[in-house]
Nanobody, 117 residues
């Protein structure tokens, strides 16, 4: 079992920055891929970014490329999402996820990010 706890959400003005954290516990993550997803009101959940724990390789949704950066701290068992140049459309609940199977099988509770004009 893997437990995931997100933090770092909040209210920020458009153009500002936030850093989300996802602390993982329960087992080692060497065979995991970690990801951030988000869900805006009345919209489906969408993929934001992912990182492979072993080698740090990353993937991003086109909508956040060049603005968001996913990273990990092996010693702290934590994944981060640095979000820069935030836009109104980035407002959503952001959730951390982990998988060692073809689909994401562990999820955090989520953290609210609200971007204001």
């Amino acid at each position: 079992q893997v437990q995931l706890v997100e933090s770092g959400g909040g209210l920020v003005q458009a153009g500002g920055s936030l850093r989300l954290s996802c602390a993982a516990s329960g087992r080692t993550l060497n065979d995991f891929r970690m990801a951030w997803f988000r869900q805006a009101p009345e919209k489906e959940r969408e993929f934001v970014a992912s990182i492979r724990w072993t080698d740090g390789s990353t993937n991003y949704a086109d909508s956040v490329k060049g603005r968001f950066t996913i990273s990990r701290d092996n010693a702290k068992n934590t994944v981060y999402l640095q979000m820069n140049n935030l836009k109104l459309g980035d407002t959503a609940v952001y959730s951390c996820a982990a998988r060692n199977t073809p689909t994401y099988n562990y999820w955090g509770q989520g953290t609210q990010v609200t971007v204001s004009s």
